[in-house]
C-alpha cells in the first residue's frame, strides 16, 4: 500500500511539473487551442452545406462529435513527443537519479496531457455553441460523452508514450503518428455519414473504435435524429460499450508495456 501510496505522490509531483511547463511554454496552450478552433470553423462552414444528413439534424451537431474525437487523438500524440524530447535532453536520466516511481514519469506524463484535452475540448464547445451545436440529453448524459472522448484520448497516450520511448525524437513520433492516428480518424463517421464509403472502407469504418467513440459522443449529447436508421453492425449499435471496452483494451496492454519499455529505456 506504501508504496501504491508513493507512486501515486510522485505522479502528481511529475503532472505538476508538465504544468508548469506548458504555462512556461505558451505555444503549446496556443496551437492547442487554436486547431480545434480553426477544424470547427472550416468544416462547419466549407464542408456543412455539401453533406446531406437525415432531416432534423445538423451538420453541426454531426461534426461537433466527430471534432470533439479527432481533436483528443490528436492531442495524444503530446505524449509520445514529450516523452522523446526529454529522452533526447536526458531528463529521463536525471528522473533515474532521483528515489522515485519508474512509472511516475509515464502517469505524470498521460494525465498532464488528459489536462491539456480537457482544455481544447472546453475550447471547442464554446466554439461549436457559437455555430449552432447544442447538447438535447440531460446533465448526466453529456457527462458520460465527455468522459467517453477524455478516457479513450486517456488511453491512446499510453500507445503514444511507447512510441516516443522507442523512436527517441519528437519529430519521428509526431510523423509515425500521423500515419496511425490519421487513418484512423478520417475512414471513420467522424466527419460524413458511413453511408457514403466504399464497401471496403465502410467495413474498416463500422469497426473503427474511433467511430465508436463519436457515435458514442453522439448519442450521450442528443445529436442523433430519433427513430433514424442505424448501422446494422453490433459496434455502432453499442457504441458506450464498444468504446469502454477499446479504451480498457488499450490500457490493459500497453501500460505494462510502456513501463516495462520506460524501465529498460532508462536503464541503457
Known amino acids: 500500500m506504501s508504496s501504491l501510496a508513493a507512486t501515486l505522490s510522485d505522479s502528481v509531483v511529475i503532472t505538476k511539473r508538465n504544468l508548469i511547463k506548458v504555462k512556461r511554454v505558451p ?3 496556443v496551437f492547442a487551442t487554436l486547431s480545434p478552433i480553426m477544424f470547427v470553423l472550416l468544416f462547419r462552414y466549407v464542408f456543412g452545406g455539401a453533406i446531406l444528413l437525415p432531416d432534423g ?3 453541426a451537431e454531426f461534426l461537433l462529435p466527430g471534432i470533439f474525437a479527432q481533436t483528443v487523438v490528436f492531442g495524444s500524440t503530446i505524449t509520445g513527443a514529450s516523452l522523446a524530447d526529454d529522452l533526447q535532453k536526458g531528463l529521463i536520466d536525471r528522473f533515474r537519479s532521483l528515489p522515485m516511481s519508474r ?3 509515464l502517469v505524470g506524463r498521460t494525465l498532464a496531457d488528459l489536462g491539456l484535452n480537457v482544455i481544447s475540448v472546453v475550447v471547442m464547445a464554446l466554439t461549436g455553441l457559437v455555430v449552432g451545436w447544442r447538447i438535447h440529453s440531460s446533465v448526466g448524459e453529456a457527462v458520460g460523452g465527455f468522459l467517453v472522448l477524455l478516457l479513450f484520448a486517456f ?3 499510453w500507445l503514444m508514450a511507447m512510441v516516443g520511448l522507442l523512436v527517441r525524437t519528437p519529430e519521428v513520433v509526431n510523423n509515425a503518428s500521423f500515419i496511425v492516428i490519421f487513418p484512423l480518424t478520417f475512414v471513420a463517421n467522424t466527419f460524413v455519414p458511413l453511408e457514403t464509403f466504399p464497401t471496403v472502407l465502410r467495413v474498416f469504418a463500422e469497426w473503427n473504435p474511433v467511430s465508436a467513440v463519436v457515435q458514442a459522443a453522439r448519442e450521450l449529447f442528443g445529436n442523433t435524429v430519433p427513430g433514424a436508421p442505424v448501422a446494422d453492425v453490433w459496434s455502432l449499435q453499442h457504441p458506450v460499450l464498444y468504446s469502454v471496452i477499446w479504451t480498457a483494451v488499450i490500457l490493459v496492454v ?3 508495456l510502456a513501463v516495462r519499455l520506460y524501465q529498460r529505456t532508462a536503464t541503457r
Open 27 to 29: 505555444d503549446l496552450i
Open 155 to 157: 488511453s491512446f497516450s
Open 57 to 59: 439534424i445538423s451538420y
Open 103 to 105: 512509472s511516475a514519469v
Open 254 to 256: 500497453f501500460v505494462p
